[in-house]
């Protein structure tokens, strides 16, 4: 970061990258437009950041210098040719230099990099047409967290517009059948134009040399890390043997990238299935105790409703003997034998007992009522009924006569056998 941008301060560059969530890329456009005086017009992809390990002293560099001129008559046109090629290069050098200081770097301001990469893709076709290696149509971003996420190599080509080496090698080396089989198979390929604004800003990102440029990336220690750069114009041949020995000597880190994530992997699931055992152990657990504490308040609440019943069943028998009692109390003296209105009464109870009692015939029949229901053999609920003719009596009153009648009235003798039918069940 302090190569591209500048800074000095270690801890400045520090809370710019924590900032960025240490996508150098994203860090470094964002600082450019700060000195421009825009905006951060920056998005990076919704995954992970990837930062891009350049300064990797073992980077496999391979530079192909420009012919050299072969005889007297080549020679002597490059002689009478460089003080003009010198003064052009020069004379432009100073122009862009001093065009900085009007206007501020046009590509520096990435708005839409995806549309950078088509827009290529497109112009590229349109030149060499449709028999190339696969472009990779996103960002450069998201190109490095796919190779990474695949574990693949990732061949960066930078397109330079205006240099002199660049259309011979589309030509005569990218566009080869053989080179294209060969990408395909092998790697991912992102390429762009260093005219646009992403092609530019990745340009400052790996600091190229000289054009044509290829950068071979790949998953090193945990890291995106440059292993290879290719610079300068190469043949198909070479290309190939140069990029065979660049993955060759890089394979290991992949391999042993791919058997850490596949024991990550196994550890992830062992980890996840014994979570599962547990959850599920857990929820049994859960469950048997729910059961159980349904099972205890179902009982409990058995145990309350009888208690309840018990308790209802005391408070009525309490109750109903009171009754008795009070009808007990209640009951006029029995008559003498002598008395002329007297009538003896034989009861015949539901136990095959019997009671008998002198009553009046000037009493009413509910007097006969409640002198059985204040006896403790006596059903609770019961009717009397004679036996010649079968009659029931009507001792408590209804709606139709709400005043029993009396012995008299009632038809009964001096000398009664009355019958106690049991109610209770009905």
């Known amino acids: 970061l302090q190569d591209l941008t500048g800074i000095d301060s270690m801890d400045q560059c520090r809370r710019t990258l924590e900032q960025h969530n240490w996508n150098i890329e994203a860090a470094v456009q964002d600082r450019l437009n700060e000195q421009e005086g825009v905006p951060s017009v920056f998005n990076p992809p919704p995954s992970r950041p990837l930062q891009v390990n350049t300064a990797d002293n073992r980077v496999y560099s391979y530079i192909v210098s420009r012919p050299q001129p072969r005889g007297l008559l080549g020679w002597g046109y490059y002689l009478i040719m460089l003080p003009f090629r010198f003064t052009y290069y020069t004379l432009m050098d100073i122009f862009r230099f001093a065009l900085r200081f009007i206007r501020p770097e046009p590509r520096g301001r990435v708005t839409d990099p995806v549309g ?142 791919r058997m850490e994530r596949e024991e990550r992997n196994q550890t992830q699931a062992l980890r996840l299935q014994q979570d599962e055992a547990y959850l599920a152990s857990l929820r049994a657990d859960q469950e048997k105790d729910r059961k159980k504490k349904e099972e205890e308040e179902q009982k409990r609440r058995q145990e309350e409703v009888a208690r309840e019943i018990v308790l209802a069943e005391e408070r009525r028998q309490q109750t ?107």
């Open 116 to 257: 950078d990469v088509v827009s290529f893709i497109h112009s590229f076709e349109e030149k060499y047409g449709r028999s190339h290696p696969v472009f990779y149509q996103g960002t450069y971003s998201q190109a490095l967290n796919d190779a990474k996420r695949e574990l693949r190599f990732l061949l960066v080509y930078l397109h330079g517009d205006d240099h002199q080496d660049t259309d011979e090698f589309c030509r005569n080396t990218l566009c080869t059948e053989e080179v294209v089989n060969f990408v395909n198979t092998r790697m991912l390929f992102w390429a762009c134009s260093t005219s646009r604004p992403e092609g530019y800003r990745v340009s400052q990102a790996l600091r190229e040399n000289t054009y044509p440029f290829l950068a071979m990336i790949t998953l090193k220690d945990r890291k995106m890390t440059v292993v290879g750069r290719l610079e300068g114009v190469i043949q198909a041949e070479d290309l190939i043997n140069q990029l065979t020995f660049i993955m060759e000597a890089n394979q290991t880190y992949l391999v042993s990238e």
């Open 320 to 426: 109903l003997q009171e009754e008795k009692e009070r009808r007990s109390e209640s009951l006029p003296p029995e008559p003498s034998p002598d008395n002329p209105d007297s009538v003896k009464i034989v009861f015949k109870l539901p136990n095959d007992s019997r009671v008998e009692r002198r009553f009046l015939f000037t009493q009413s029949l509910t007097v006969i009522y409640d002198f059985l229901f204040s006896l403790k053999e006596t059903p609770e609920k019961f009717q009397i009924v004679t036996n010649f003719p079968r009659r029931v009596l009507p001792c408590l009153p209804t709606e139709e006569r709400p005043i029993p009648p009396t012995l008299k009235e009632a038809g009964l003798s001096r000398s009664e056998v009355l019958f106690v039918q049991d109610l209770t069940d009905d």
